[in-house]
């Protein structure tokens, strides 16, 4: 993936520093507190994946990003933000990396500044003026925030069976990169239907390749694509593996396993997967999504573009 993300780089290397410019004036507050706490947050962005995908997708199409491209990337990129703060609270994550003052304060901060990010994201989609955009971004905004109430219904009811489990990553991750990739054809001005379709579902894989390839790393200690396991049984952060052994294995041994989740070594935790069939199921799924993601990108003319796309797909297990 880092190899990808660099050709990406190299493809839109005016383009992002573009992105970035017109980012950071979209923040900018009169308000010393909001202003700090954003320099902060921009500082410690992510690789930005989904404003990449989504200006790639569109100079793929166009040859060119507008002004619109820029919004749409802006506007996705404000809400992955706004969900991250909010996440970071009702996950309650210990390492909050946008801690700036006091526990307490930087959770009600948080909140402020993801609710400030989400406002910030309807204004920067509405400005397009592309109802199909704001359409498709909206629809997005709210599944992904009903995700996050889904997943705490499931904490209510420890509900840890794969298929809830599927339904979290799709509305909680999997969605917004795959709306990047449906906006980026939609703000080209030159696609049409089966095109739109086909990137749309190609970030719908694409998520969920990093989500389940995240779950892998996160066992054995190597997670690239996203945060340490947390030895918290109430964050539903258990990761395929886990959730698929649990389901798998005999009911003595999952009310064993569930009795010494929070004091397990990640040792003990990598075993029991791979006990009882999470690592190698998590692997067989991992690979017909990439099948899937191939598949999605045939109608699309070969070429840098292509490549770049396809290279994200192309993870070894």
């Known amino acids: 993936m880092a190899n990808s993300l660099s050709e990406?780089?190299?493809?839109?290397?005016?383009?992002?520093?573009?992105?970035?410019?017109e980012f950071h004036k979209t923040l900018k507050s009169d308000i010393f507190l909001v202003d700090?706490?954003?320099?902060?947050?921009?500082?410690?962005?992510?690789?930005?994946?989904?404003?990449?995908?989504?200006?790639?997708?569109?100079?793929?199409?166009?040859?060119?990003?507008?002004?619109?491209?820029?919004?749409?990337?802006?506007?996705?990129?404000?809400?992955?933000?706004?969900?991250?703060?909010?996440?970071?609270?009702?996950?309650?994550?210990?390492?909050?990396?946008?801690?700036?003052?006091?526990?307490?304060?930087?959770?009600?901060?948080?909140?402020?500044?993801?609710?400030?990010?989400?406002?910030r994201s309807l204004v920067e989609i509405a400005s397009t003026k592309n109802l199909e955009a704001i359409n498709i971004f909206s629809k997005a905004a709210t599944k992904v925030t009903e995700s996050e109430i889904y997943a705490q219904d499931l904490l209510n009811k420890n509900n840890f069976n794969e298929e809830a489990y599927a339904k979290l990553i799709s509305d909680k991750y999997s969605l917004l990169i795959s709306a990047s990739c449906e906006l980026g054809a939609i703000l080209s001005g030159n696609s049409n239907s089966k095109i739109q379709n086909s990137l749309k579902n190609f970030g719908q894989n694409l998520g969920i390749i990093f989500w389940l390839q995240d779950d892998l790393f996160k066992l054995s200690k190597n997670s690239i694509f996203g945060k340490p396991l947390e030895k918290n049984i109430k964050e539903f952060d258990l990761g395929l593996p886990l959730v698929y052994a649990i389901q798998n294995a005999p009911q003595q041994e999952v009310e064993k396993f569930l009795a010494n989740f929070k004091t397990s070594s990640d040792k003990l935790l990598a075993n029991f997967s791979e006990k009882y069939g999470g690592f190698a199921y998590t692997y067989t799924k991992i690979y017909k999504h990439l099948s899937l993601a191939s598949e999605n990108l045939e109608n699309l003319e070969n070429g840098a573009y292509k490549t770049a796309l396809s290279g994200l797909v192309n993870i070894k297990g």
């Open 8 to 21: 990406i780089s190299k493809l839109l290397n005016k383009e992002l520093a573009l992105f970035k410019k």
């Open 36 to 119: 700090k706490a954003i320099q902060f947050i921009s500082a410690s962005k992510n690789s930005g994946l989904r404003s990449s995908l989504l200006l790639l997708i569109t100079k793929m199409l166009s040859d060119n990003c507008d002004q619109k491209a820029y919004k749409g990337a802006i506007a996705i990129e404000l809400l992955h933000t706004a969900m991250v703060l909010h996440s970071e609270v009702t996950d309650e994550i210990e390492d909050n990396k946008f801690r700036l003052i006091s526990k307490r304060k930087t959770n009600k901060l948080s909140i402020l500044l993801g609710d400030f990010m989400l406002s």
